[in-house]
């Protein structure tokens, strides 16, 4: 029996499964619908379409807790702080949401925990961890034990300074692990030990309030699989279920990271070394910029309106999938998304009781994907999707075709925004990047994204729709650890320190994992003395020195210069001033590789009535039969099991070598 290794990565509408044989490299894929009210049944469904088969290694991408977030799913979630910190959360930042300006009509919206659910107790430390007035025990005790009375059972904890000394924090752990048997905490100095007292208290709910449900989650997949596994983080590592338990904050990106990935490595492989990703499925689309072979990292990030300060690949999302719903505004004009059918009810088409026009319904009135998905095991009511078009056109006094067409013009440009937040806005021009999509309905809008944007191509790997459950099998074991130290003046005996134990947390979590030799890289967070925020920098590995200080510097002056078009390297007034000192450990695992396609398979070319510019009968290749070199002129549609690559009037598709479709204007 072949030993295989096996991504899972759950989404919003399927369940998406690949399996590498760890003897010949050989790749399986597969998927299955996903089951929102258990995602468990859904892993284990796809899991079971795979066979028998000796399993050394499972992956697991979830939305677990991207889902509670995005859902405002927050319930029993309380909120200890320093006494006389009561507000943190209720003042939070005085910025204003884009698009209002300073108007006065934005509304802050409701707070992660309300206010009649935060409590303080007294002690306080400075911005050197020193203690200022001692921990009040006596409050503490009396602050688990309201908890316990009211049933507030998940509790963040965030003490001002406790970045610099977590001792505060721990006692009140201590205290609620006996008062308040029940509570499942979270402190702010094993969250982000890093200084922002608002951001710093969000993530520490954030996590607190994800933590039942993943925990929950975990130990039913754990138990119904009979074995252990690893879990995606958003970072762009992995952790073992028994680990992740305790961060569950850190897979909050958990999906559309390995997305991101696994593009980046089929991209790299082919050829392109710096490329945009897209990710759509049937609930949202995911962007990421990938540059010189690696995802770009944040620590800016937001998960719905919580801001989460924890690193993870930079992703925008939108909701423009395939279950989008085409709806009509108060004012008359058609509108598509953010709201999705998913995959309960699910489109009209799939015949579940879906009432209301999607993006996929657009499609399949159009011809430009078949009457069934998965190969046949989904069959689509192509009349119902028909049915559903001609009653929305008529409402708008346009013809089926117009309204159908302006359905996929409309989710093109949703698209096309969020490429250019990532690009754009951030001083790239989207020209220079090649555009890899993927995902089950990521091929379908690659020809109206080239226009729009003057992308040179689109790249569509093989199996588009299981890249990210093949990119869970393709990224290493990786911990982060921050400490925060603000100085103008970096001691490197302070240096040494913080790296030394930085470094140490690392390789004891590696160890954990079975890593006995990690591999560590530092980086630093540093500023102009009186700015607000700041730039990060690699900091080279070996002996923390003068020259060492020096380099860093360098960095940071050159990484300044390059994000905002100056720097102050030889102006003694603006003095450099260090934030954060951060350490990435990884346990490097072995990557699949990428097989050459040496020849096509069996498949006739077919042909059926698909509205591009007019319904005229198209040709319809099957993917499995276009070998390397291969080119298809549009307009034609390309079909394989996981999905679909429209190919407009105008435009031409080449098979590589590594079986890649790669459309670009004639």
Known sequence: MRSVRIGVDTGGTFTDVVAVDERTGEILTTK?????????????????????LEVSSIVHGTTVATNRLLEDRIENLGFITTEGFEFILEIARQSVPDGY????????????????????????????????????????????????????????????????????????????????LGAVVSLSSDVLREYREYERSVTTLVDAAVKPAMRSYLA????????????????????SA??????????????????????????????????????????????????DGEPSITTEGTIGRYPCKIPMIDIVTVGAGGGSIAWISPEGTLKVGPRSAGADPGPICYG??????????????????????????????????????????????????????????????????????????????????????????????????IDILGLPSVLVPRDPGNVSAFGLLSVDVKNDYVRTYVTRDLSLGK?????????????????????????????????????????????????????????????????????????????????????????????????????????PGQGATSVRPVHFDETRDTPIHQRAALGPGATVTGPAVIEEYGSTIPIHPGFTAKVDEYGNVEISRD
């Open 495 to 599: 240096a040494v320190e913080i790296f030394h134990d930085l470094e140490l947390q690392a390789a004891e979590a590696l160890d954990r994992e079975g890593f006995t030799e990690p591999i560590f890289q530092r980086s630093a967070d540093l500023r102009y003395y009186g700015q607000a925020y700041e730039v990060r920098v690699p900091a080279p590995a070996g002996e923390i020195d003068e020259s060492w200080h020096a380099e860093v510097v360098a960095r940071f002056h050159d990484a300044h210069e390059k994000l905002y078009g100056y720097a102050y390297r030889d102006d003694p007034r603006h003095g450099v001033e260090w934030v954060n000192l951060r350490v990435s450990g990884t346990g490097p695992i072995d990557r699949p590789v990428i097989p050459r396609l040496e020849r």
């Open 101 to 180: 300006g300073n108007s006065y009509f934005w509304v802050k919206p409701p707070r992660i925990v309300p206010v009649h659910l935060v409590k303080t107790v007294g002690g306080r430390l400075d911005h050197r961890g020193e203690e200022v007035r001692p921990f009040s025990e006596e409050q503490a005790v009396e602050v688990a034990r309201w908890f316990r009375a009211k049933g507030i059972n998940a509790i963040g904890v965030c003490f001002l300074h406790s970045y610099a000394n977590p001792e505060h924090e721990r006692r009140m752990r201590d205290v609620l692990a006996r008062e308040h």
């Open 242 to 291: 028994r680990e992740v338990v305790n961060q569950p904050i850190t897979t909050v990106l958990s999906g559309p990271a390995a997305g991101a990935l696994g593009a980046a490595l089929l991209a790299r492989t082919a050829g392109h070394d710096s490329v945009i990703t897209l990710d759509g499925g049937g609930t949202s689309t995911d962007v990421a910029v990938v540059i």
């Open 352 to 449: 579940r009781g879906g009432t209301e026009v999607t993006v996929t319904d657009a499609h399949v009135f159009l011809g430009r994907i078949p009457p069934h998905l998965l190969g046949g095991e989904i069959p689509l009511d192509v009349d119902a999707a028909r049915h559903g078009i001609e009653s929305l056109a008529a409402k708008l006094g346009l013809t089926p075709e117009r309204t159908a067409t302006g359905i996929l013009e409309i989710s093109a440009f949703n698209q096309s925004n969020a490429i250019r937040q990532l690009t754009v806005k951030r001083g790239l021009d989207v020209r220079d990047f090649p555009l890899v999509t993927f995902g089950g309905s990521g091929p379908l809008l690659a020809c109206r994204l």
């Open 32 to 52: 299955t619908p996903s089951t929102p009210a258990n995602p468990a049944d859904g892993f284990l469904a796809g899991v079971g379409k795979l066979g028998p």
């Open 220 to 239: 039913n997949l754990s138990s119904r699989l009979g074995r252990s596994f690893s879990v995606m983080k958003s970072n762009g590592g992995i952790l």
